[in-house]
């Protein structure tokens, strides 16, 4: 009996966020401007399958930490992190967008954005991401 609240509660908690998990359908490289390769870490959205999350957990600046992808529009943004209220595991609101588009003028850098059939590459400054699909 006392089960069935627990389980009603991951029911909607599911129903409303979406789990993240890491993929490795999608390749990441991550360079910094002296050449530093960046740890990165590739993340699919379940029930999201045009979304891929990029984590980038050694940038120093924490809004370049965490990037959308949207393949369906060849969007790329700037995302905040995504929620994590369940240890080990992160979620994002399935409502939600891309964030801040790099290419939106209300972003302080100034970001370039290449896109292909199987991947993206952009760059600003100091940092430059090529994920491609596999």
Known sequence: MVLLPIAAYFTVY?????PLYKTSSIGIEARTRDGGLQESIAYAAYRMPDRTYIHIPSVSN???QWFVIDWKYNLVGASGRPYNR???LFTVNK???TGIGL???KIEDTWSVQTNINGMT???SWLSVTVTRK
Do not use: A, K, Q
Request: charged share 5%.
């Open 62 to 64: 924490s809004l370049h």
């Open 14 to 18: 599911f129903y409303i966020e979406t």
């Open 122 to 124: 952009f760059c600003n």
């Open 86 to 88: 369940l240890p080990g």
């Open 95 to 97: 409502g939600s967008g």
């Open 103 to 105: 290419l939106t003028p």
